[in-house]
């Protein structure tokens, strides 16, 4: 028996069947974590912190873009209307 590692509920977990680098998730709190050793089981917690941060940084870049848009118009040349 081992424990989640974030929740601390009680993982049935058998460890002749389960494999290192299996990803298993706690069903109370629904952390993903992978085996590291199994005789004892031994769980680390996969950190989905990482994911978040790199996807904000990717969103930072879209919106460097978006202003280079507003900066062209800002200039004007695009709201000059012909002589009549």
């Known amino acids: 028996m081992v424990h989640c590692p974030k929740c601390g509920v009680e993982i ?3 460890e002749d069947e389960v494999e290192e680098g299996e990803i298993v998730t706690c069903v109370e709190c629904e952390a993903e ?3 590291v050793q199994t005789h ?3 769980l680390n917690v996969i950190s989905e912190d990482d994911d978040d941060e790199e996807d904000d940084a990717d969103d930072d870049d879209d919106d460097d873009d978006d202003d280079d ?3 062209d118009d800002a200039d004007g040349d695009d709201d000059e209307e012909e002589p009549a």
């Open 12 to 14: 049935d977990l058998d």
């Open 69 to 71: 848009d507003d900066d």
């Open 40 to 42: 004892p089981v031994s």
């Open 33 to 35: 974590m992978e085996i």
